[in-house]
């Protein structure tokens, strides 16, 4: 009886360990491309703000000055 267990443990042991590595590939891969589209959005956010920065800065520009006159 105590062979058959043991290679039950050996067996289940082995599934184990692979299952926990490929989580773990799992989770990095999860990792690096949540990056990649974090990164994106922000580069695109920034982007849109920035060019909506730059278009209305003649109407900001004299409540800007107003502003900072007072």
Known sequence: MGCLES????IFGFI???LGLVGAVIAIVLVIV???VGLVVALVVGLVLGILFIALLPLLLPILLLIWIF
Not at 7 to 10: A, H, M, N, S, V
Request: net charge neutral; charged share 0%; aromatic share 10%.
């Open 7 to 10: 290679i039950f443990g050996l």
């Open 16 to 18: 184990g360990l692979v």
């Open 34 to 36: 949540l990056a990649i």
